[in-house]
């Protein structure tokens, strides 16, 4: 069973950054898709960021350019680097990850964490 667990949410400023953490049991974030999805209030969950078992990463348009998603596989670990935020971008964060080819679309992962609020005032 693969567990997820994120943290590093918060309350910001528009203009400023927040790094969000998933760990990850077993050697999920290697072997896996991982990926952050976001739901904002009434608002369905979107794709933010994914990144294969082999490196490669996607980005949802709105994203681009201020976002960057790694992961560190020694310590089993995924991360949002999120600069520059905006007042849209608040929502709550979730990571998830899938056994199978990657993609942002939100019904194709099976596990999911229990998701990190990020706030963005202006």
């Known amino acids: 069973q693969v567990q997820l667990v994120e943290s590093g949410g918060g309350s910001v400023q528009a203009g400023g950054s927040l790094r969000l953490s998933c760990a990850a049991s077993?050697?999920?974030?290697?072997?896996?898709?991982m990926g952050w999805f976001r739901q904002a209030q009434g608002k369905e969950r979107e794709g933010v960021a994914i990144i294969d078992s082999g490196g490669s990463t996607s980005y949802a348009d709105s994203v681009k350019g201020r976002f960057t998603i790694s992961r560190d596989s020694a310590e089993n670990t995924l991360y949002l680097q999120m600069n520059s935020l905006k007042p849209e971008d608040s929502a709550m964060y979730y990571c998830?990850?899938?056994?199978?080819?990657?993609?942002?679309?939100?019904?194709?992962?099976?596990?999911w964490g229990q998701g990190t609020q990020v706030t963005v005032s202006s």
């Open positions: 998830a990850a899938r056994d199978g080819y990657c993609t942002l679309e939100v019904l194709r992962y099976n596990y």
């Open positions: 077993r050697d999920t974030v290697s072997s896996y898709c």
